[in-house]
Each structure stands twice: as structure tokens, then as C-alpha cells.
DNA sequence: GAGTTTGAAACT
DNA sequence: CAGTTTCAAACTC
């Protein structure tokens, strides 16, 4: 089924002939309707503009026509979706202030060819410097011509360069193991002497990681290359954009799903399964044994890497430097046996408060029955709560008795939320119930509990303690969790400052591996001319001597 | 601001 | 497809 291309109106003569009538780009209605629309001329798309590229203001709404299924077709060329950054990055003063979107200089392609940035992002020239214009409404025949002309040459021309993760193919995004796809140049960059760490790398340029689709040598616009964390450091300071990307690849690695961030990593990862088996099965040793696999992968050659079902090596990701992403200082602290560690605990605390809870009621109960025979004490909870865990706003207004929790300061006073009681009682149902728990587990304590206790406030009413002491114990946790991360944040600073003794150190004293990427082989940083390019990516340009 | 460098686009 | 040329932006001085 043929579908538009994303960023891609097809400015076929029919279409823009049957549509020209309803493009009008003087028309202030239309040009709001142009405002309002990003979809970048997809049919039917959602908004699909990564926050990275909202963060850098690359959308130009004002740039964009309004494109809907049967409706219009366009007199302008094609609407990628993100204008170059070159463009944008002269939109702003330096003092911050918003400032017209930079004008073109051309000088012999009469604005209509690529090398008109104006052209290229699919906009007529208003203001721009340029000389011999053709790219304006007076010249619409020839522009239109060069429009055909451009796509005849190439079809994806106008389409923006830079995709983020809608825009990918599903097995990119299924590579990607998630949704945190980072945007990536379609084409890929050339580079050959800049490293992609300046604006003649459109990569560095968008303000993205270089991909595998980059076939650039020396690349130092990799996630962990301190050349390039400098240069954000540097220039890019205040960046959402990195903002985003870091947060991002932290998120994945906190969370353990990835925690190499970027498509190269994630393509090359098919390769590291096969030589490793798996990633998943040791996650503590992943980092340690990507790092070695990318050794190994740089010592195969690509033929043989190629004879591997799903690899490419025809790219600089497979064949460069290792692109390490940001991994969370978390994200090799937490493992799945903490996890369940956490769990087993949480649940021996919430038993352990249980029984104490019980023997209390119990303790209560005798008392009751010797000093009261009409009224129920209200000593511990300060109000009658139904055994219901849908609701919420009864739920929120349980104070519970602090005089009773040991340890639970922080919480001790607070109301349960409904949301908690919500898990916990579906907890109660599958976790505690399912865990083979032992006789006086929660469920049995609660309901002997409801069991023994009048007016059938048993269960509800232990909730608020149970919480109290189980958050009191994830506090705790939180608190070791913290304080890894801050040694191990710690560990990782050294590291960067003496890079050799931290290359050379990934287990660090109390076992915990160091998994912050380090520093680029030493020939990445040492010689970055000819030897590192020659000698991490086989497949080079001839030498240039421009 | 002029000159140089760079890499994408265009061309052969 | 590879090599060369053209071009304009980025960069340097």
C-alpha cells in the first residue's frame, strides 16, 4: 500500500495543480491552519516532533502547510519536518532573544537547489541574502521545476533529515527495545575531518548522536566521548535538547531495559548477543563485557561480521569507536536480585508489623473486655474506616496512630493514599496470597484480625501501619540506593579526571562494576587524525587532500 | 569581513 | 557506485 512519505508532499504537477487553489500562502486563515498543523505532511499522523527537537525550537510552524489527506497538495516543495540548525540556531540572538530564522547567502544556485538552505527546508527566501533568488512566488515555474528536478534526483529529498522514533521502521523501533528511540540522520553524515563535533557534521549540527547510518570517520559525536560531553558542557550548556537525550538514555538505564541508549548501540547489540549470548543473563558484568565485545568486534573483521544475520558493518557505528550511551550511576546497582530482595523484605516487615499489629489487638481486645463493655476505644484509629479500598477520599482521611510505629517517623502521621491502598489491596490478592506465605501472613493476619476485631475494621484498619513501617524500610532502601549511587558518582568522577586508571578499574572495591562508559580508546583521543579512523573503521575514504 | 575549511549536493 | 566539482555554511584570523 503506497503511503506520502513522511515530511513529503509529492509536489506532483497534477496534485499541485488540483490543490494550487486551495494553497494560499497569503492567506492569513491558512498560514494559522499552517501554524497549527506539525504533522509535517503525513496524512493522518499525530504529532510526531520528539521534545528534543521542540526543545530546540527546530519546528518553524509558520514554515509548515497544512497537508491533510485529500485535501492539499502544495505549492511550496516538501515540509520536512525539522529546519537545519544552522537556521535555527541564528532564529535566537545570542542575548537569547527570538530573532528571524537566518537568511540564506546563495550566490550561484538561485535558491533552488539544497544548497539552499531555504530550498531544502521547503520555504520560500524572504529576506534573505541571497542573489539571483528564484525561490519566491515570482518564480514559482522554476522553482517548481527545481522542486521535480530535486526529487527526480532523489525522492527522499525534502524529507526531513533528521527521524526520530515514529518515523522509523518498526525494526528500528523494535531494535530499540522501547519507545526512547533518539532521533537519527536518515542519510547519515560524511564527516571525515571535522569528528561530527562541529557544524559541518549535520548530525552534530541537529544537535543528535551520530548513527550507524553515518559512515563518517574519526567520530567523536558519540554518547560518553568527552570531546563531546565537552562540547555540550561548552556550547550546549542549556540544551533541552541534551537534556532530553540524557534523560533519556538515564531513564532507560535506570530502569535497566537498555541502558545503551542510542540505535548504533542497539543495532550492535545483536552482535554482542551473539558473541555474549546474552545481555540479560549477568547484568552486572554487561558494561564490562560490552566493552570487551567491542574490543573483540573491532578485531573481527567485517567480512565475518557480515557473515552475521543482522548485523551491518557497512556503517561507522559497527566498525568506529564504541558509542557508549550515559547509563544511570543506578543502573547496574539495582539488579533483579535486589529487586526481589527488596520485595522479600518488604513483605517480611509487613509480616513481622502484622503479627506485632495482632498481638496489640489482641492485647487491646483483653483490655476492652475488662475496663469497657459499651463503647469501642478509639485509641487507635482516629476513624472508622469500611473495609473497602475503593475509597479513596475515606482512605485519605486515616490518620494513623504513630505511638505504635517504631522507626516510622517519616510517615507516621500520614494518610494513607488512596492509590496506596488501591495496590495494597490488590497486592493482597496476588503478591502475599500467591507467595506461598507463610501461616501468619498478611492475608491470614488480616483476616483474623477483621475476625477478631469489632465493627470489621480489622483488616482496613492495619493497612495505615503496615504502610507506614513498609515505607519506613523502602525509605531505608532508598537511602543505601542513594548512597551507592553517590559513591559510585563519586568513583566515576575520579575516573574521568585520571581515565587511564579508570579503564583499567571497572570493579571497584565493594564489587559494584563501574559502568559509566569510559573514555574512548586511547587512539580515539591521542591521535585523531588518520590512525584512529584507519584503525577502528576499516572502511575509509581515501585519504583527502583538499 | 576576507579567506579558509568543510561536507553535502550535484555532476560526471 | 565512485570520483570530482560546485556550493554555501562554518570556521578562523
Known amino acids: 500500500?503506497?503511503?506520502?512519505?513522511?515530511?513529503?508532499?509529492?509536489?506532483?504537477?497534477?496534485?499541485?495543480?488540483?490543490?494550487?487553489?486551495?494553497?494560499?500562502?497569503?492567506?492569513?486563515?491558512k498560514k494559522l491552519a499552517r501554524q497549527l498543523d506539525f504533522t509535517g505532511g503525513v496524512p493522518g499522523q499525530a504529532l510526531t516532533v520528539s521534545l528534543q527537537e521542540h526543545a530546540n525550537q527546530i519546528i518553524q510552524p509558520e514554515q509548515h502547510i497544512l497537508l491533510m489527506p485529500m485535501q492539499?497538495?502544495?505549492?511550496?516543495?516538501?515540509?520536512?519536518?525539522?529546519?537545519?540548525?544552522?537556521?535555527?540556531?541564528?532564529?535566537?540572538?545570542?542575548?537569547?532573544?527570538?530573532?528571524?530564522?537566518?537568511?540564506c547567502n546563495c550566490k550561484h544556485s538561485r535558491c533552488l537547489k539544497l544548497y539552499c538552505e531555504c530550498f531544502a527546508s521547503g520555504i520560500f527566501c524572504d529576506g534573505c541574502n541571497c542573489a539571483n533568488c528564484h525561490n519566491n512566488v515570482e518564480n514559482e515555474a522554476s522553482r517548481q521545476e527545481a522542486v521535480e528536478a530535486t526529487l527526480e534526483r532523489n525522492p527522499n529529498a525534502f524529507r526531513p533529515k533528521i527521524a526520530s522514533s515514529p518515523h522509523g521502521t518498526r525494526e528500528e523501533r523494535e531494535e530499540a527495545g522501547d519507545g526512547l528511540v533518539l532521533p537519527k540522520h536518515n542519510k547519515g553524515c560524511h564527516c571525515k575531518k571535522s569528528g561530527c563535533l562541529k557544524k559541518y557534521c549535520e548530525c552534530f549540527q541537529a544537535n543528535i548522536l551520530c548513527s550507524e547510518n553515518c559512515r563518517c570517520m574519526d567520530c567523536k559525536n558519540f554518547e560518553g566521548n568527552e570531546e563531546r560531553q565537552a562540547h555540550f558542557h561548552g556550547d550546549h550548556a542549556n540544551n533541552m535538547a541534551y537534556l532530553q537525550q540524557t534523560a533519556n538514555v538515564a531513564i532507560t538505564g535506570a530502569i535497566g531495559s537498555s541502558g545503551y541508549g542510542s540505535p548504533p548501540v542497539n543495532k550492535n547489540r545483536k552482535i554482542q548477543e551473539l558473541f555474549s549470548g546474552s545481555m540479560?543473563?549477568?547484568?552486572?558484568?554487561?558494561?564490562?563485557?560490552?566493552?570487551?565485545?567491542?574490543?573483540?568486534k573491532a578485531s573481527v573483521p567485517p567480512s565475518l561480521l557480515s557473515s552475521i544475520p543482522g548485523t551491518r558493518v557497512s556503517n561507522a557505528a559497527a566498525l568506529g569507536p564504541p558509542k557508549l550511551n550515559y547509563r544511570s550511576l543506578l543502573a547496574d546497582i539495582i539488579q533483579n536480585h535486589d529487586i526481589k530482595e527488596l520485595c522479600s523484605?518488604?513483605?517480611?516487615?509487613?509480616?513481622?508489623?502484622?503479627?506485632?499489629?495482632?498481638?496489640?489487638?489482641?492485647a487491646s481486645l483483653k483490655q476492652a473486655k475488662h475496663h469497657r463493655k459499651a463503647s469501642y476505644p478509639s485509641s487507635g484509629v482516629g476513624k472508622v474506616l469500611r473495609d473497602d479500598c475503593s475509597t479513596g477520599i475515606q482512605a485519605e482521611s486515616i490518620m494513623v496512630d504513630d505511638s505504635r510505629l517504631d522507626g516510622a517517623d517519616v510517615s507516621a502521621e500520614r494518610p494513607i493514599s488512596p492509590g496506596t491502598l488501591a495496590l495494597m489491596c490488590d497486592e493482597q490478592d496476588t503478591t502475599f496470597t500467591a507467595a506461598a506465605a507463610p501461616p501468619n501472613d498478611l492475608t491470614s493476619l488480616s483476616n483474623n484480625t477483621s475476625s477478631q476485631l469489632p465493627h470489621g475494621q480489622g483488616r482496613a484498619e492495619i493497612y495505615p501501619e503496615l504502610e507506614s513501617i513498609v515505607l519506613a524500610q523502602t525509605r531505608d532502601c532508598l537511602k543505601k540506593l542513594i548512597t551507592l549511587g553517590e559513591i559510585k558518582e563519586k568513583k566515576c568522577s575520579?575516573?574521568?579526571?585520571?581515565?587511564?586508571?579508570?579503564?583499567?578499574?571497572?570493579?571497584?572495591?565493594?564489587?559494584?562494576?563501574?559502568?559509566?562508559?569510559?573514555?574512548?580508546?586511547?587512539?580515539?583521543?591521542v591521535d585523531s587524525g588518520t590512525t584512529a579512523a584507519n584503525t577502528t573503521r576499516p572502511k575509509v575514504h581515501p585519504p583527502d587532500g583538499k
Open 72 to 103: 492539499q497538495a502544495p505549492v511550496l516543495p516538501p515540509q520536512p519536518l525539522i529546519r537545519p540548525l544552522s537556521m535555527q540556531s541564528s532564529s535566537e540572538a545570542k542575548d537569547g532573544t527570538p530573532k528571524k530564522p537566518k537568511q
Open 494 to 525: 575520579l575516573m574521568v579526571r585520571d581515565t587511564d586508571s579508570g579503564r583499567q578499574n571497572n570493579v571497584s572495591s565493594n564489587g559494584i562494576v563501574n559502568t559509566v562508559p569510559p573514555p574512548p580508546p586511547p587512539q580515539q583521543k
Open 1 to 29: 500500500m503506497e503511503k506520502i512519505e513522511e515530511g513529503h508532499f509529492p509536489p506532483k504537477k497534477a496534485e499541485s495543480e488540483a490543490a494550487s487553489v486551495q494553497v494560499e500562502t497569503d492567506n492569513p486563515a
Open 345 to 362: 523484605v518488604l513483605i517480611v516487615y509487613a509480616q513481622e508489623a502484622a503479627k506485632i499489629l495482632s498481638d496489640e489487638k489482641d
Open 280 to 296: 540479560i543473563k549477568d547484568p552486572v558484568h554487561r558494561l564490562g563485557q560490552f566493552q570487551q565485545e567491542n574490543q573483540i
